[in-house]
Nanobody, 125 residues
Framework: QVQLVESGGGSVQAGGSLRLSCAASGRAFSSYVMGWFRQVPGKEREFVAA????????YAADSVKGRFTISRNNLRNTVYLQMGSLKSEDTGVYYC??????????????????WGQGTQVTVSS
Protein backbone atom coordinates (compact mmCIF):
# COMPACT_ATOMS: atom_id res chain seq x y z
CA GLN A 1 0.00 0.00 0.00
CA VAL A 2 1.29 3.47 -0.93
CA GLN A 3 -0.21 6.78 0.13
CA LEU A 4 0.50 9.79 -2.08
CA VAL A 5 0.07 13.47 -1.21
CA GLU A 6 0.62 16.21 -3.79
CA SER A 7 1.52 19.81 -3.02
CA GLY A 8 2.81 22.90 -4.77
CA GLY A 9 -0.14 23.80 -6.97
CA GLY A 10 -1.40 27.33 -7.31
CA SER A 11 -2.10 30.17 -9.67
CA VAL A 12 0.54 31.55 -12.01
CA GLN A 13 0.68 33.74 -15.06
CA ALA A 14 1.49 32.33 -18.48
CA GLY A 15 5.22 31.94 -18.93
CA GLY A 16 5.76 31.31 -15.24
CA SER A 17 6.94 28.26 -13.32
CA LEU A 18 5.75 25.95 -10.57
CA ARG A 19 7.17 22.89 -8.89
CA LEU A 20 4.83 20.16 -7.76
CA SER A 21 5.81 17.63 -5.13
CA CYS A 22 4.34 14.25 -4.32
CA ALA A 23 5.26 12.70 -1.00
CA ALA A 24 4.84 8.96 -0.65
CA SER A 25 4.43 6.87 2.44
CA GLY A 26 4.47 3.12 2.60
CA ARG A 27 6.90 0.51 1.57
CA ALA A 28 9.47 0.29 -1.22
CA PHE A 29 8.94 3.67 -2.89
CA SER A 30 11.92 3.08 -5.17
CA SER A 31 10.27 -0.01 -6.62
CA TYR A 32 7.48 2.04 -8.17
CA VAL A 33 7.42 3.85 -11.47
CA MET A 34 5.94 7.24 -10.65
CA GLY A 35 3.79 9.28 -12.98
CA TRP A 36 2.09 12.64 -13.19
CA PHE A 37 -1.30 13.10 -14.83
CA ARG A 38 -3.60 16.08 -15.19
CA GLN A 39 -7.32 16.48 -15.67
CA VAL A 40 -9.76 19.21 -16.58
CA PRO A 41 -13.54 18.94 -16.13
CA GLY A 42 -15.21 16.84 -18.77
CA LYS A 43 -12.01 15.26 -20.04
CA GLU A 44 -10.11 12.09 -19.30
CA ARG A 45 -7.07 12.13 -17.09
CA GLU A 46 -4.08 12.92 -19.32
CA PHE A 47 -0.60 11.48 -18.99
CA VAL A 48 2.08 14.11 -18.36
CA ALA A 49 5.33 12.37 -17.40
CA ALA A 50 6.76 9.31 -15.68
CA UNK A 51 10.03 8.27 -14.10
CA UNK A 52 11.52 4.87 -13.35
CA UNK A 53 12.08 3.59 -9.84
CA UNK A 54 15.79 4.43 -9.86
CA UNK A 55 15.21 7.77 -11.56
CA UNK A 56 17.43 6.74 -14.45
CA UNK A 57 14.71 6.85 -17.08
CA UNK A 58 12.04 9.44 -17.66
CA TYR A 59 9.40 10.08 -20.28
CA ALA A 60 7.20 13.09 -20.94
CA ALA A 61 4.21 13.72 -23.16
CA ASP A 62 4.87 15.71 -26.32
CA SER A 63 2.66 18.52 -25.03
CA VAL A 64 5.05 19.23 -22.15
CA LYS A 65 8.39 17.99 -23.47
CA GLY A 66 11.06 20.63 -23.07
CA ARG A 67 8.96 22.57 -20.55
CA PHE A 68 8.31 20.07 -17.73
CA THR A 69 10.86 17.88 -15.94
CA ILE A 70 10.06 14.95 -13.68
CA SER A 71 12.52 13.88 -11.00
CA ARG A 72 12.53 11.91 -7.77
CA ASN A 73 14.42 11.64 -4.50
CA ASN A 74 14.13 8.12 -3.16
CA LEU A 75 15.71 9.05 0.16
CA ARG A 76 12.86 11.50 0.71
CA ASN A 77 10.19 9.31 -0.91
CA THR A 78 9.22 12.24 -3.12
CA VAL A 79 8.64 12.78 -6.82
CA TYR A 80 8.67 16.24 -8.39
CA LEU A 81 7.31 17.91 -11.47
CA GLN A 82 9.13 21.09 -12.43
CA MET A 83 6.90 23.06 -14.78
CA GLY A 84 8.18 25.98 -16.84
CA SER A 85 6.95 28.19 -19.67
CA LEU A 86 3.44 27.50 -18.46
CA LYS A 87 0.52 27.98 -20.81
CA SER A 88 -3.18 28.40 -20.14
CA GLU A 89 -3.77 24.90 -21.51
CA ASP A 90 -1.64 23.50 -18.67
CA THR A 91 -4.45 24.42 -16.27
CA GLY A 92 -5.96 21.45 -14.46
CA VAL A 93 -5.79 19.22 -11.43
CA TYR A 94 -2.45 17.43 -11.30
CA TYR A 95 -2.23 13.96 -9.82
CA CYS A 96 0.71 11.76 -9.02
CA UNK A 97 0.38 8.02 -9.38
CA UNK A 98 2.37 4.88 -8.65
CA UNK A 99 2.76 1.96 -11.04
CA UNK A 100 3.97 -1.30 -9.56
CA UNK A 101 5.15 -3.06 -12.71
CA UNK A 102 8.25 -2.52 -14.80
CA UNK A 103 9.26 0.18 -17.27
CA UNK A 104 8.04 1.42 -19.71
CA UNK A 105 5.20 3.27 -18.02
CA UNK A 106 1.65 3.03 -19.36
CA UNK A 107 0.02 6.23 -20.53
CA UNK A 108 -3.48 5.26 -19.49
CA UNK A 109 -4.51 6.16 -15.98
CA UNK A 110 -6.34 2.88 -15.38
CA UNK A 111 -3.02 1.02 -15.34
CA UNK A 112 -1.73 2.82 -12.25
CA UNK A 113 -2.15 1.33 -8.81
CA UNK A 114 -2.19 4.27 -6.37
CA TRP A 115 -3.21 7.90 -6.66
CA GLY A 116 -2.92 11.11 -4.73
CA GLN A 117 -5.79 13.50 -4.15
CA GLY A 118 -4.59 16.05 -6.70
CA THR A 119 -3.44 19.65 -6.63
CA GLN A 120 -4.91 22.49 -8.70
CA VAL A 121 -2.76 24.40 -11.17
CA THR A 122 -4.25 27.48 -12.78
CA VAL A 123 -2.39 29.38 -15.50
CA SER A 124 -3.79 32.73 -16.51
CA SER A 125 -2.97 34.41 -19.79
Amino acid sequence: QVQLVESGGGSVQAGGSLRLSCAASGRAFSSYVMGWFRQVPGKEREFVAAISGSGGMAYAADSVKGRFTISRNNLRNTVYLQMGSLKSEDTGVYYCAAYSRSWPPPRHSSEYDYWGQGTQVTVSS
